[in-house]
């Protein structure tokens, strides 16, 4: 078993839909928690960076963390074309330094 | 924001031969360098740790005598891929911590061995 899970998708909503992305990790260790996005052949771009359990929002995007269900989800409002790419959920662990543990990534298609 | 290069960005190379890939931290310095692989539809698996001044961490099941890893300074890092062979084609990207510990990434280098 994976220690972080990630629908792989893909994930094809119309445009202005809202998309909800998710994990889930079976590590309770994990206590950072990041989104990031990544568009082909390219690297990853954090979006969010949450650390306790609760919802944090920036712009269109809202991190969601329940640390008891260990499961988190990044919600993205008025999805946009230029929104398509793979999302990626990443973890770390206190005492793990600054290395990620990544979720397998979710492709997303936001159809014009 | 700080910026992390890769170069080259795509790179086709002969199996046999060896293949170096630059990571720099363009403005900020890094005592710590991460080096990851990526294959099609996959996610990042991390190869090794890249320390400043001192040898490089290598996850379990990498080579590290066929995935070189020098970090001369702190701002550069290089992936040295000896003997390439046409399964170490993949995307390898590196990513560098400035002092606020945020982790930022590298666009990535296209290997192919052919």
């Known amino acids: 078993q994976k220690e972080v899970e990630q629908d792989p998708g893909p994930l094809s909503v119309p445009e202005g839909a809202i998309v909800s992305l998710n994990c889930t990790y079976s590590n309770s260790a994990f206590q950072y928690f990041m989104w990031y996005r990544q568009y082909s052949r390219k690297g990853p771009e954090l979006l969010m960076y949450?650390?306790?359990?609760g919802n944090k929002e920036d712009g269109r995007f809202t991190a969601q963390v329940d640390k008891s269900s260990k499961y988190i989800s990044l919600f993205i409002r008025d999805s946009q074309p230029s929104d398509s790419a793979t999302y990626l959920c990443?973890?770390?662990?206190?005492?793990?330094?600054?290395?990620?543990?990544f979720g397998g990534g979710t492709r997303l298609m936001v159809k014009p | 924001g700080a910026v992390v290069s890769q170069h080259p960005s795509r790179v086709i190379c002969k199996s046999g031969t060896s293949v170096k890939i630059e990571c720099r931290s363009l403005?900020?310095?890094?005592?710590?360098m991460f080096w990851y692989r990526q294959f099609p539809k996959q996610s990042l698996m991390l190869m090794a740790t890249s320390n400043e001044g001192s040898k490089a961490t290598y996850e379990q099941g990498v080579e590290k005598d066929k995935f070189l890893i020098n970090h001369a300074s702190l701002t550069l890092s290089t992936l040295t891929v000896t003997s390439a062979h046409p399964e170490d084609s993949s995307f390898y990207i590196c990513?560098?911590?400035?002092?606020?510990?945020?982790?930022?990434f590298g666009p990535g280098t296209r290997l192919t061995v052919t």
């Open positions: 990513s560098a911590i400035p002092r606020n510990g945020e982790q930022y």
């Open positions: 403005d900020f310095q890094a005592t710590t």
């Open positions: 990443a973890m770390n662990r206190l005492g793990a330094g600054n290395m990620l543990t």
């Open positions: 949450t650390y306790s359990s």
